[in-house]
């Protein structure tokens, strides 16, 4: 069963491969990000348990970043959610009512993309990637094709790319488990996170496959997104010349969020009624794993 207490203790799990990070002694704590408008100059957003909870926008979110931009605050999105292109992205958080442009807009999708071409090597990438996915945004030089639409990939393709589970089973985990064993090729994941909340629950996300691939392989894969440092030094990048002590990083996850931000040397605020810890007390959690952000707020 995914829930919050599984899915933590499955963060826990995988810390050891996870950046490492110094983080606050104590918390300190408010109702939503208007509490911390003092202490920072620019926000880096999660969407989903941040702005959005699935399809649908948080409660008071779109007011929250207009506000913000009132009182001269700088925005970025830095999100794992690697199964849009940054204009469907872009499409979306306009119809949720989000103002966005496509220079606020960072996803692991754009970090990963960017360093496919160091890592091919002549061969079609095999892509875990959902229906309908053109992959127009890549780099003119890399070919992308369909896992679900060709088995032969496993045998002959020069390497994989985790971008979306929409359409993934356990069958698949084993398939492309075995295909690595039998000829060890590169694994790109382009959403590290392991779980995502939606209105229903928690969905798992493609980096609990490549986990569950690396426990039992042995082999590696290339991380893209939060918590790394790949994606924040990207995001930080549209942020220049604001330092980065006056910059935090919002997010409803201890492991990907508040991990990732630490380790960049940015302010951290995890949001709690939204997502991963919607509807428990993250005291015992932050306490048992020593995830500690510099404030905990109900919401956005």
Partial sequence: MIDTSWAFER?????????????????????????????????????????????????????????LRALGKRLVVLTNAASYTRQEILAKYHRLGFDFDESEVVSSRDVAFAALPKLADGKPWAAAAAAGDDFSDAPAEV??????????????????????????????????????????????????????????????????????????????????????????????????????????????TLHTDVLGGAAAGIGTILITNHGLFRGHDVTPFINHCGIRPDWILLTT
């Fill in 11 to 67: 963060y826990e799990s995988v810390r050891a491969s996870l950046p490492q990070a110094e983080f606050a002694q104590t918390s300190r704590t408010g109702y939503d990000l208007s509490d911390t408008a003092g202490e920072f100059d620019a926000y880096i957003l999660d969407a989903f348990g941040v702005l959005n909870r699935g399809e649908t926008a948080i409660e008071g979110a779109v007011e929250r970043m207009a506000a």
């Fill in 143 to 252: 070919q992308i094709e369909h896992l679900f639409e060709n088995a032969e990939l496993l045998q002959y393709a020069g390497g994989f790319l985790l971008l979306s589970t929409a359409r993934w089973g356990r069958a698949d985990t084993a398939a492309l488990r075995s295909a690595l064993l039998a000829k060890p090729r590169t694994l790109i994941v382009a959403n590290p996170d392991l779980v995502a909340p939606r209105e229903d629950g928690l969905s798992q996300e493609p980096g609990l496959i490549a986990h569950e691939v690396i426990e039992h392989s042995g082999l590696q894969a290339e991380f893209y997104g939060k918590p790394f440092a790949n994606a924040f030094d990207t995001a930080l990048a549209r942020l220049s010349g604001i330092p980065r002590h006056r910059i935090a990083m919002v997010g409803d």
